[in-house]
């Protein structure tokens, strides 16, 4: 079989393009969707400061991890551990990566379809003078009748892969350039209004005063397994989107960047949300529905809601589809690099693939209801096994990989472009991906599978 042309290999063309397209992957529905939701579910402030924590301590050495595998090798996932380190079972954990972007996007892309549904329902002022009652009804009966949430899913999928087909420069690069600022522009105007509500101050109060009698072992660990998610940390995005970054390009502070960037829209979501929340007397623990009930239910209440609450779910579009074109991309490298099929037919075979599985799994959440594990139908199984497994084992190898096999020096090379940077903490690294991080993964990953807690 004839082999790809790596020299001939699509890259990113500019620095702040870079910082652009991995931050939009990082910021997605888990920063807009679940890091709420989350928050409120485990105490507020007292799940922020952790949150902060383990961002800074855990979440930006893994990061460098991947990127460094990644820029190191130039590759996909797969081939990346494969050149590293030749005739070693390594590339199995750029394997998992591969298929754990599969299983991500078929469900990710079920509720990135419910964000164009609402997104729709917003322009045709679809909540107005709707109760509670009627809204969560609208939310169940659209899942129940099944042929929506495939069509916007579809959808979803189809712009996703049309970036995905135009190339790295100018696919991914071109739209996180114009996708992202218009992101951070909405989120702020959105928190300008939250702050403004009469008893708005509760709110943020509930966000930013810790209560540190609330802090129990399961806030630790979910904080810490939010923070894997919400940076995209241990499948082989990072490591796909480093393959991308040119040798000229600093890593370290590019890690930094990402990281805060991502964590900047976390808490705007919070502000966004909490205040809005407080203002009208909800339980800030409303769980995976906040953002598609409760919210929609504060938007029909207040002045000038039809305008917010359509800028709110253009948010959440755009949040997810900067996510979801770096989960394909990882499966289209692969498919590409690997296997050598052609890029543009490479990204219609994996975005149809992944668009079958997640119509099965938008369907189990609606007319095909079959419990296949447990009481998880296929949704939930899909939702569960990545983001419960693969996820936190992923980033468990990738830090050992980075900490013990790829080699004190060779790390030091990456990170510094062979000395031209001087690395800061260089030591505090290498102690966090040799130990710190591995016992911190592991504890997660034991957690989720319900042996520790
Ligand atoms: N980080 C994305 C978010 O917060 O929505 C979700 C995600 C993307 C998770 C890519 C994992 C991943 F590899």
């Known amino acids: 079989m004839a082999k790809f042309d790596f020299s001939n290999r699509d890259s990113f063309g500019s620095k702040i393009g870079i910082i652009a397209a991995a931050a939009g992957s990082a910021i997605g529905l888990g920063n807009i969707w679940r890091f709420p939701y989350v928050a409120g579910e485990n105490g507020g402030g007292a799940f922020l400061v952790i949150y902060l924590a383990f961002i800074i301590v855990i979440g930006i050495p ?91 899913q579809v959808i979803f ?24 600022p218009l992101l951070l522009v909405l989120i702020i105007i959105i928190c300008i209004r939250s702050v403004t509500l009469p008893g708005a101050v509760d709110g943020l109060n509930f966000l930013f005063r810790p209560d540190f009698s609330k802090i129990t072992p399961k806030i630790i660990l979910e904080a810490l397994g939010q923070a894997f998610f919400s940076l995209s940390i241990g499948m082989g995005t990072l490591i796909t989107y480093g393959s991308y970054i040119g040798k000229k390009d600093n890593l370290n502070n590019t890690a930094i960047s990402v990281t805060a960037a991502d964590t900047f829209i976390a808490i705007l979501a919070g502000i966004a949300i909490f205040p809005a929340v407080f203002a009208f007397n909800i339980n800030p623990a409303e769980g995976e529905s906040l953002v598609f009930i409760t919210l929609p239910n504060i938007f029909q209440q207040m002045p000038g809601g039809y305008f917010w609450g359509l800028l709110f779910f253009l948010l959440l579009v755009i949040a997810a589809l900067t996510s979801t074109i770096s989960v394909l991309e990882v499966v289209v490298a692969f498919f590409s690099e690997e296997l050598n099929i052609n890029r543009k037919t490479a990204t219609i075979i994996a975005a149809i693939a992944i668009t079958i599985l997640g119509v099965c799994c938008t369907l189990s959440q609606g007319p095909l209801q079959n419990p296949l594990i447990g009481d998880k139908e296929l949704f939930g199984v899909l939702e569960w096994t990545s983001a419960n497994l693969l996820l936190p084992l ?60």
């Open 62 to 152: 893994v990061m460098l991890s991947e990127f460094t595998i990644g820029r190191r090798a130039q590759r996909n996932p797969f081939g990346a551990f494969r050149l590293l380190k030749p005739g070693q079972p390594w590339y199995l954990i750029g394997l998992m990566g591969i298929a754990a972007a599969f299983f991500i996007l078929a469900f990710y892309s079920t509720i990135a379809g419910w964000t164009l549904e609402y997104l729709y329902q917003s322009i045709a002022n679809g909540f107005s003078g709707k109760s509670p009652e009627e809204l969560t009804a609208m939310f169940n009966s659209f899942q129940a009748s099944g042929i929506w949430p495939v069509i916007w």
């Open 157 to 180: 999928m189809f712009f996703t892969a049309f970036i995905i087909y135009r190339g790295v420069r100018n696919g991914i690069e071109k739209y996180a350039k114009i996708l992202m």
């Open 394 to 453: 992923g980033g468990f190898f990738i830090v050992i990989f980075v900490g013990w096999f790829l080699g004190k020096n060779n790390v030091r090379d990456e990170v510094s472009n062979s000395g031209k940077y001087r690395v800061r903490f260089f030591s505090f690294f290498m102690v966090i991906v040799r130990i710190l991080a591995p016992v911190a993964i592991a504890l997660v990953f034991l957690y989720q599978l319900g042996i520790l807690g």
